[in-house]
């Protein structure tokens, strides 16, 4: 009976997580304030670097967290999203 019970108990906690990626890699990684893609592509096109080079981009975020991304440049010179680190600093 208890491990029925800790069994559907990890099967809820489980479904109540989201199934969007925020740190990681994978191709459901979404913008957030502070990444260059958030609220759409930038005006301008990285017209000089070759198709598939990384770009880097560092920021803080609104909870003062350091936030590596990395983006990578698609054919029609647009930037995908394709990884995210957020540095949890507890010591500051």
């Not at 199934?19 to 000089?48: C, D, F, H």
């Not at 560092?58 to 990578?72: A, K, L, M, Q």
Request: aromatic share 10%; hydrophobic share 35%.
């Amino acid at each position: 009976m208890r491990s029925a019970l800790f069994a559907i108990f990890a099967a809820l906690m489980l479904g109540a997580c989201s199934s969007t990626q925020t740190v990681g890699y994978g191709p459901n990684l979404e913008p957030i304030p502070g990444s260059i893609t958030y609220g759409g592509q930038p005006r301008t096109k990285l017209t000089k670097a070759p198709v598939g080079s990384t770009v880097p981009h560092r920021f803080f975020d609104d909870f003062g967290r350091r936030v590596s991304e990395t983006y990578i440049i698609e054919p029609d010179r647009s930037l995908r999203l394709t990884s995210r680190r957020i540095d949890y600093d507890i010591f500051d």
